[in-house]
């Protein structure tokens, strides 16, 4: 059984940063994709960042992009997502998440999920 735990977040202002830590136990390597997703209150959960783990090609979304980076320790079997200038619209409840799927964006493609962790930007 695969097993997630995040940290990292926090409280920060504006154009700050953070780094999110996701530490994975149970490590299988047949595990296509580690991502990170955000829930704000009110809204759906959205796909932020993801990582293919044979390759290390990375995906963002469009909101991320040019702010926030996924890289992954395959040594340490961590996956960390670096978020600079950090904006308001990006509060919320950050996930790490794990799966054997393709389409990384969607959150039936992942099989194990974190517990999550909170991150507050306030302008």
């Known amino acids: 059984q695969v097993q997630l735990v995040e940290s990292g977040g926090g409280s920060v202002q504006a154009g700050g940063s953070l780094r999110l830590s996701c530490a994975v136990s149970g490590w299988t390597y047949s595990m296509k994709c580690m991502a990170w997703f955000r829930q704000a209150p009110g809204k759906e959960r959205e796909g932020v960042a993801a990582i293919r783990v044979a390759s290390g090609l990375s995906f963002y979304a469009d909101s991320a992009k040019g702010r926030f980076t996924i890289s992954q320790d395959n040594a340490n079997n961590t996956v960390y997502l670096v978020m600079n200038s950090l904006k308001p619209a990006d509060t919320g409840m950050y996930y790490c998440?794990?799966?054997?799927?393709?389409?990384?964006?969607?959150?039936?493609?992942?099989?194990?999920w974190g517990q999550g962790t909170q991150v507050t930007v306030s302008s």
């Open positions: 998440a794990a799966g054997f799927g393709s389409s990384w964006r969607e959150v039936d493609e992942y099989d194990f």
